[in-house]
């Protein structure tokens, strides 16, 4: 099997020396690893040290004398993936404005090739808008997004901007390498983010969904061959471009949206947090502040429910968000929406559930299988839980 190639981009930020190990693990999986520095970069860590460890000539400057081949399209194709680690916020600037100005920024805009991005700053800079602009432009385009990490920082404060280590950066390489293409062909239909039920024009119920687990779980099956179908409810996240995605705000628009898709559909994921309850009356104006209200409350459609009750050949995946009997009340779930696999997560575990990066689980299957799957980023654990699915099928 032909060796895979991993371009790993550095520029002018002081975490540049932990791409030394980044590069050194790449190496000893039994990938090749090809370096580009940025010129700013040369003066933190020197190509040097990872022509050393990677073996291989690293590269700097966009034009060289005496050359006779265009080296940035010659290094544009060669890689299976490009990781840019750290990311300063110039060179985030470049790519989201579509600026080629030096060799790396060049690769990455002639490569067909998936980018993954690893911001690192100090915080002030990292939390300046242009900055998280520029960050959802560059998600808009389909380059994946490495969130920094709170911590000490270089500069000699604390707060948002750490790289995260080379060991996180290259689980998530990990994830867009994989070759699994097992879902070619298949229909999936997905739902993420929360639902909001107004009260008056101005205020609304919902919950702290934010859509993450959803949207991962969606391109998890489309890296693996899928067609999918994501509906959503409200979320800052930058939508896909390469899959139907229907925006929807009630949990009456996401019935309709659902039940629309869901005869064509050959698996169907509910990560989407539906709220359970509306209010029964909606107000016209806005309310008045007084010192007590009273809201009279009415169920939302079930709509994992009525799945489960008309579904035909599908294969149904429900969530179970939960804060007590994690797998009493899973089963229990599970065996009144007529399942085939739920997926419970415990709300009271730290840096899982809601608006986090990772996530810990069951996942349950109806034929008695049960999988507990560690913390880990919600990305990599799409892909363990495309794995279960996918055994399901199998054997089904």
Request: hydrophobic residues 40%; proline residues 5%; aromatic residues 6%.
């Amino acid at each position: 099997m032909e060796q895979k190639s991993i371009l790993v981009g550095i520029t002018g930020g002081i975490a540049a020396y932990k791409s030394a190990e980044l590069v050194r693990l790449i190496v000893r999986y039994g990938l090749e690893a090809q370096v580009v520095m940025t010129p700013a970069s040369t003066s933190l860590i020197t190509p040097l040290t990872f022509q050393s460890l990677s073996g291989k000539p690293v590269y700097v400057e966009l034009f060289e004398q005496n050359e006779s081949r265009i080296r940035h399209i010659e290094l544009a194709n060669q890689p299976s993936l490009i990781v840019v680690a750290p990311l300063t916020a110039n060179t985030l600037g470049k790519l989201a404005a579509g600026i080629a100005d030096n060799l790396l920024t060049t690769i990455i805009l002639a490569s067909s090739a998936p980018v993954i991005l690893v911001p690192s700053m100090n915080e002030n800079m990292y939390q300046q808008e242009i900055v998280q602009e520029n960050i959802k432009k560059v998600k808009g385009y389909g380059y994946y997004v490495l969130e920094p990490e709170e911590g000490n920082l270089a500069c000699g404060t604390a707060g948002r901007g750490r790289m995260p280590s080379p060991e996180d950066i290259f689980l998530r390489m990990k994830v867009l390498l994989q070759d699994k293409k097992d879902y070619a062909g298949g229909k999936v239909l997905v739902t993420a983010g929360p639902t909001r039920e107004p009260m008056d024009p101005v205020r609304f119920f919902s919950n702290h969904s934010t859509g993450k687990m959803g949207f991962a779980l969606a391109r998890a099956f489309k890296e693996r061959g899928a067609q999918v179908s994501l509906v959503t409810g409200p979320t800052d996240l930058p939508l896909p471009t390469d899959m139907e995605v229907v925006e929807v705000v009630t949990a009456d628009e996401m019935w309709n949206e659902v039940t629309k898709r869901f005869g064509d559909a050959d698996i169907v994921v509910k990560a989407a947090a539906v709220s359970d309850y509306r209010p029964k009356h909606e107000e016209k104006q806005k309310m008045k502040k007084k010192e007590s209200i009273t809201v009279e409350m009415e169920q939302t459609p079930d709509i994992l429910e009525y799945l489960g009750a008309n579904k035909s050949n599908q294969l149904l995946v429900g969530f179970a968000a939960e804060t007590e009997d994690l797998l009493e009340n899973a089963r229990k779930k599970m065996s009144a929406k007529n399942l085939d696999i739920i997926v419970a997560n415990d709300l009271t575990e730290a840096e899982a559930g809601f608006a986090t990066e990772t996530n810990k689980v069951v996942a349950i299957t109806r034929r008695g299988g049960n999988y507990e799957i560690p913390l880990m980023s919600k990305e990599e654990l799409s892909h363990r839980l495309l794995d279960i699915i996918r055994e399901a099928l199998d054997s089904s």
